[in-house]
């Protein structure tokens, strides 16, 4: 018998033996959405001046506008807050469900025009790990927006938080909705002008109209019923009650309509990712 051959089928005969177990053993998320939720981080981060820094900025600007213009005259919580603290985490909020949708819508609308898409789809990567990868790197640059908000208003309003639990809760739960929104904005839209509707006609209206600048208790009966009907009242109303341990409604209530609107988009964004639909085209 040759001694190469033997010495050479010895050494093969562990890996062969052991492969069954790698394939077993290997994770969820694997290095398919590593690489991609990388590349959606790194693709924000390497324009943070237009990314991070400009929303940061824009949303000082309004802190300061609003609060010099209403300040002593609208009055919220019974007068137990300054309208400038009511307002910091209104703004926040605001900043990081826009950036959140921003960033994935952007990024896939970007993909499929330059026809880039398709470096994402062939390698065996899964609908799961597309999805974790797009909506994680959204929310990644919806907190950093939103964090960088909250500092940069600390030396104008300093706005203590008594809830932190709830603050990170509504933070993270609001950005994944953003995010996952705006993976199914992404995929339905063909080109910039269909992305500019979901803009224009459905994030900016519910945005103002969900209680940043204002308490919904200021309004009429007829006008507080519909604000309760805004997914966005529940997502900003519950974010400002880990400021201050007061809200419009109670927090639970708002913690389980966002949870059931990450549920429900998840499952829709899972579907269309599943399906190819208009992916594959």
Same mark, same amino acid.
């Given at each position: 018998?040759?001694?190469?051959? /033997?010495?050479?089928?010895?050494?093969?005969?562990?890996?062969? $033996?052991?492969?069954?177990?790698?394939?077993?053993?290997?994770?969820?998320?694997?290095?398919?959405?590593? $690489?991609?939720?990388?590349?959606?981080?790194?693709?924000?981060?390497?324009?943070?001046?237009?990314?991070?820094?400009?929303?940061?900025?824009? /949303?000082?600007?309004?802190?300061?506008?609003?609060?010099?213009?209403?300040?002593? /005259?609208?009055?919220?919580?019974?007068?137990?807050?300054?309208?400038?603290?009511?307002?910091?985490?209104?703004?926040?909020?605001?900043?990081?469900?826009?950036?959140?949708?921003?960033?994935?819508?952007?990024?896939?609308?970007?993909?499929?025009?330059?026809?880039?898409?398709?470096?994402?789809?062939?390698?065996?990567?899964?609908?799961?790990?597309?999805?974790?990868?797009?909506?994680?790197?959204?929310?990644?640059?919806?907190?950093?927006?939103?964090?960088?908000?909250?500092?940069?208003?600390?030396?104008?309003?300093?706005?203590?938080?008594?809830?932190?639990?709830?603050?990170?809760?509504?933070? $993270?739960?609001?950005?994944?909705?953003?995010?996952?929104?705006?993976?199914?904005?992404?995929?339905?839209?063909?080109?910039?002008?269909?992305?500019?509707?979901?803009?224009?006609?459905?994030?900016?209206?519910?945005?103002?109209?969900?209680?940043?600048?204002?308490?919904?208790?200021?309004?009429?009966?007829?006008?507080?019923?519909?604000?309760?009907?805004?997914?966005?009242?529940?997502?900003?109303?519950?974010?400002?009650?880990?400021?201050?341990?007061?809200?419009?409604?109670?927090?639970?209530?708002?913690?389980?309509?966002?949870?059931?609107?990450?549920?429900?988009?998840? /499952?829709?964004?899972?579907?269309?990712?599943?399906?190819?639909?208009?992916?594959?085209?």
């Amino acid at each position: 018998m040759n001694p190469v051959a /033997t010495r050479a089928s010895q050494t093969d005969a562990p890996l062969v $033996a052991a492969s069954p177990v790698t394939r077993h053993s290997s994770p969820l998320l694997g290095p398919g959405f590593q $690489a991609l939720f990388y590349k959606e981080c790194l693709r924000f981060w390497k324009v943070a001046a237009q990314t991070v820094v400009a929303p940061v900025v824009t /949303t000082l600007l309004y802190l300061l506008i609003f609060s010099h213009v209403l300040q002593g /005259t609208a009055k919220v919580f019974d007068g137990r807050i300054s309208y400038g603290e009511f307002l910091v985490p209104g703004l926040i909020m605001m900043a990081v469900l826009q950036n959140a949708f921003a960033n994935s819508s952007s990024s896939l609308i970007q993909s499929k025009m330059m026809r880039s898409l398709i470096f994402i789809l062939l390698p065996p990567i899964t609908s799961l790990e597309i999805f974790c990868a797009y909506v994680g790197g959204s929310m990644v640059r919806g907190l950093c927006v939103g964090f960088g908000v909250w500092l940069i208003t600390l030396p104008f309003i300093p706005a203590s938080v008594q809830h932190p639990f709830w603050v990170i809760a509504f933070a $993270a739960g609001g950005s994944a909705i953003m995010g996952t929104l705006g993976l199914i904005a992404g995929i339905w839209s063909e080109k910039f002008d269909h992305l500019s509707l979901f803009q224009n006609f459905i994030i900016m209206p519910l945005t103002f109209l969900s209680g940043v600048f204002y308490s919904i208790h200021s309004l009429s009966a007829f006008w507080q019923s519909l604000s309760h009907f805004n997914p966005f009242f529940y997502m900003i109303d519950g974010f400002r009650y880990g400021f201050f341990g007061m809200s419009d409604v109670s927090p639970w209530l708002s913690l389980s309509v966002v949870l059931f609107f990450v549920v429900l988009l998840s /499952t829709v964004a899972m579907r269309m990712l599943a399906t190819g639909y208009k992916l594959r085209q």
